[in-house]
């Protein structure tokens, strides 16, 4: 029986459409069970072997890379705004001295240093934000923010918003990957690959129904949300999503984002 991890954020639900049902039915053979996390959890997890599978921050690919391969080309990426990852700032960003970062994240906290460090030469002092907290009740001059949360910001309060995944993609003029598929060496992925990319294309085919289903409870428009599966995010890890990753890989390893910042438990509050 395969450990499983997903995403538990909107932007998960096309790569997972009825993949519970697929694993639990074992019709493709392959026999597993599927949880839901917060992507820093799962990381978490997959590294500890809570998680044979699961899909991890990209910059945890890189940090666990000798123990982990890749299952699938099945990931979250962006080719331009991506909405759900903000930087809010109640400074210019020029200025900020104390950034929250979002304890659900690890590769938005990376991707939020690099473009700090790359536009303006920034290393602000770092606090956690949370899963309790609201950007607006923390200390902080800026606060990164990822997921559903990050979707609709407080308005009034913040001078500066960036979209990360839109500040990403100007800056290297290619995509972001946030996440990927990524099991333990060892684990058996054959049929695995083929099931998660399956998923993935129903799902991809099917992104009005997960609007529909999903949209009211999380207080959004089917519109708004299928706007959001079909034209925000990419779900396809090709060529340019992996030129992409190679240079969020260098950028992270030159401001030591990478060997430093291992995933004990610990790191989450990175
Ligand atoms: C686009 C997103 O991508 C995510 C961001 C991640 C991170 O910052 O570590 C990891 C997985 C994805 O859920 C999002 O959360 O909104």
């Not at 949360?149 to 290619?174: F, K, N, Q, T």
Request: proline share 5%; glycine share 8%; with cysteine.
């Amino acid at each position: 029986m395969l450990r499983i991890g997903a995403v538990s954020y909107l932007n998960t639900k096309p790569l997972i459409y009825g993949l519970r049902e697929r694993l639990e039915s074992n019709q493709s053979g392959v026999c597993g069970q599927l949880s839901l996390n917060l992507p820093s959890r799962l990381a978490t997890q997959l590294r500890v072997g809570e998680l044979d599978v699961a899909l991890i921050p990209s910059v945890e690919y890189f940090r666990g890379q000798s123990d982990y391969q890749i299952v699938s080309d099945a990931a979250i990426a962006c080719r331009g705004p991506v909405w759900s990852v903000r930087l809010l700032s109640r400074v210019p960003v020029r200025k900020i001295k104390r950034l929250a970062l979002d304890e659900g994240s690890r590769t938005s906290v990376a991707l939020t240093k690099v473009l700090l460090w790359e536009m303006y030469a920034l290393r602000p002092e770092t606090v956690p934000l949370t899963m309790e907290q609201t950007p607006e009740a923390v200390d902080a001059d800026a606060v990164l923010v990822i997921g559903d949360r990050a979707m609709h910001p407080e308005p009034g309060v913040y001078s500066e918003i960036w979209d990360l995944g839109d500040r990403w993609c100007r800056w290297s003029e290619l995509p972001f990957v946030f996440a990927m598929w990524v099991a333990r060496r060892g684990v058996d992925i054959d049929r695995l690959a083929e099931l998660l990319q399956q998923s993935r294309d129903e799902g991809v085919a099917n992104l009005e129904s997960i609007a529909g289903q999903y949209a009211a409870p999380h207080g959004l428009t089917n519109e708004d949300l299928h706007h959001y599966f079909a034209d925000n995010l990419h779900y396809h890890l090709g060529p340019r999503e992996q030129s992409g990753l190679e240079l969020f890989r260098s950028r992270c390893s030159h401001l030591g984002l990478i060997a430093d910042e291992t995933t004990a438990a610990g790191a989450e509050n990175e």
